[in-house]
């Protein structure tokens, strides 16, 4: 692969080694031999300051002092003479004294003018000089001791350049040899890490179009296993949501054909209803005017068939006019204009139009709500819905027979409750009262011209203002409600 981790980061590891295998040659070429000189210089200086220390305690002659000594020379390699202030030579750790002298004498009054002076201190004086007959490169220090003796000290400083050039051969060698176990080791390592993303990579891959099979296989719990258990576990839950989805869009599928066809059924229903109603209205009003016509003699008997009729033919003309209202509202073909009105207003005004027939019946009104309040509907339909509540409570109410209307204002909608006394609604009637033709106590339906189509509208016209619209029983009776926007949007 072109991009491929397993490349760049054998490329890199390759890089690392090597820059500092040319890092270290490159401090061995600069500064190896000058550290090595440094070295060297402060051996003889720490040996000076020893001698010099032994020589103000009075301890330069002893046994002990000379074994210190002698032990630090041979540790350090380096020659030494101390010589009195009459050129006796006090003590010496070579055998050849003389030679020794003149070396030193030689450095002293400046025979060798090539030595290089390092430090003057004028106490010492470290210089680098060369033995020319040996062709070896020397540190020689000299200096006067506190007890006025003279200590002379060399050591050899080896060819430093032969021992860098050998020290960077090597270095060489060693770093051709990391580099290359170095690219061996790392290539294999990185493998190790991105066979596994590669392995993820693929299932990712497999994902993504919907193949949801491939598993990770892990070998551990470091962060690629984790991110390895994590794909799976996402597989998983992709497949399942997946298949919830699927499951879903079935049913729905099934609920969009369920519904076109019970709209179907609505509208094949109410159309035949329609029909079938228009041959009793016929008949009815045929019987109505055969009656008009003095079919039967008895005035009186004439007199009440006919209202009979006429009665029943209001009711089946009424029962027709719903079902069509109903059928618009549910169809949509039914326009809904939105505006803004007063609802306390509203609700006073179907109060007043229902007085007549709440005196009746001897039923007391209580309205709970302070006005104005406003609310964006259809201010017809909503005249309906109270309408239709109040004359079921009106039909409904027992006991007490009082009716109560509440408005409850709140900051998106405004809710109107109609509470009347007397029995409850059974519970398994509750969630049916809301169908067309349902009618929970038939014999009182039919007493007062009920037909089962006043709360469908209800329904209808709270499903076209997109509101709810509900019923509970509650203490001491049933509380029909419905919500309005108090808010244009």
């Known amino acids: 692969?072109?991009?491929?981790?397993?490349?760049?980061i054998t490329a890199v590891m390759i890089g690392i080694v090597a820059g500092t295998v040319l890092l270290c040659w490159f401090i061995n070429t600069s500064l190896l031999e000058d550290y090595y000189?440094?070295?060297k210089q402060q051996k003889l200086l720490s040996t000076f300051q020893m001698a010099d220390r032994a020589s103000s305690e009075g301890e330069i002659g002893t046994e002990k002092f000379i074994i210190r000594l002698e032990k630090q020379c041979a540790n350090s390699n380096i020659t030494m003479m101390i010589i009195g202030p009459d050129r006796?030579?006090?003590?010496s750790n070579v055998g050849d004294d003389r030679t020794l002298l003149l070396q030193f004498l030689e450095l002293i009054f400046k025979v060798d003018e090539d030595a290089e002076?390092?430090?003057?201190?004028g106490e010492y004086v470290v210089e680098k000089t060369d033995d020319r007959r040996l062709k070896t490169d020397y540190l020689v220090l000299w200096g006067n001791l506190q007890d006025g003796n003279l200590i002379l000290m060399?050591?050899?400083?080896?060819?430093?350049?032969?021992?860098?050039?050998i020290a960077n051969r090597f270095?060489?060698?060693?770093?051709?040899?990391?580099?290359?176990?170095?690219?061996v080791v790392i290539y294999v390592v990185t493998r190790r890490i991105t066979n596994p993303i590669l392995q993820l990579a693929d299932i990712s891959k497999r994902m993504a179009n919907l193949d949801f099979d491939a598993k990770f296989q892990s070998r551990g719990k470091n962060?690629?296993?984790?991110l390895g258990e994590h794909m799976n576990q996402l597989s998983e839950t992709l497949e399942e949501t997946i298949s919830e989805l699927k499951s879903a869009n079935n049913e729905l599928k099934i609920d969009i054909e369920k519904k076109t066809e019970m709209d179907e059924m609505r509208k094949e229903f109410i159309s035949n209803v329609s029909h079938e109603l228009k041959t009793p209205i016929a008949l009815i009003q045929g019987y109505a005017e055969g009656l008009q016509e003095c079919i039967n003699d008895d005035a009186a008997s004439r007199e009440f068939y006919c209202e009979v009729i006429m009665d029943e033919a209001d009711k089946m003309n009424q029962l027709v006019k719903n079902l069509l209202t109903l059928n618009q509202l549910e169809s949509g073909s039914e326009q809904v204009v939105f505006e803004r009105f007063d609802l306390i207003e509203l609700i006073h005004g179907v109060i007043n139009s229902t007085a007549i027939l709440r005196e009746q019946n001897g039923i007391s009104l209580a309205m709970h709500g302070i006005g104005p309040v406003y609310v964006w509907a259809d201010e017809f339909k909503t005249e309906q819905v109270l309408t239709n509540y109040i004359s079921n409570a009106i039909h409904y109410a027992l006991g007490e027979k009082k009716i109560e209307i509440t408005v409850l204002p709140g900051w998106e909608t405004v809710r109107v409750e109609v509470f009347n006394t007397g029995n409850h609604i059974p519970e398994q009637d509750l969630e049916h009262i809301w169908d067309k033709f349902y009618k929970v106590d038939k014999a009182r339906t039919r007493e007062y011209g009920g037909n089962g189509i006043g709360l469908s509208i209800v329904k209808a016209i709270?499903?076209?203002?997109?509101?709810e619209c509900g019923v509970s029983n509650v203490e001491g009776g049933v509380k029909f409600w419905f919500e309005l926007d108090s808010r244009s949007q």
Do not use: P, W
Not at 1 to 8: A, E, L, R
Not at 171 to 177: F, I, K, N, Q
């Open 1 to 8: 692969m072109k991009h491929s981790i397993t490349g760049k």
């Open 117 to 121: 002076i390092l430090e003057n201190t």
């Open 223 to 226: 962060e690629v296993d984790l």
């Open 88 to 91: 006796t030579i006090i003590h």
């Open 37 to 39: 000189v440094e070295y």
């Open 171 to 183: 270095l060489a060698y060693v770093g051709v040899v990391a580099v290359i176990v170095c690219a």
């Open 154 to 165: 060399r050591t050899a400083v080896e060819s430093i350049k032969e021992s860098v050039e």
């Open 462 to 467: 709270a499903d076209s203002f997109h509101r």
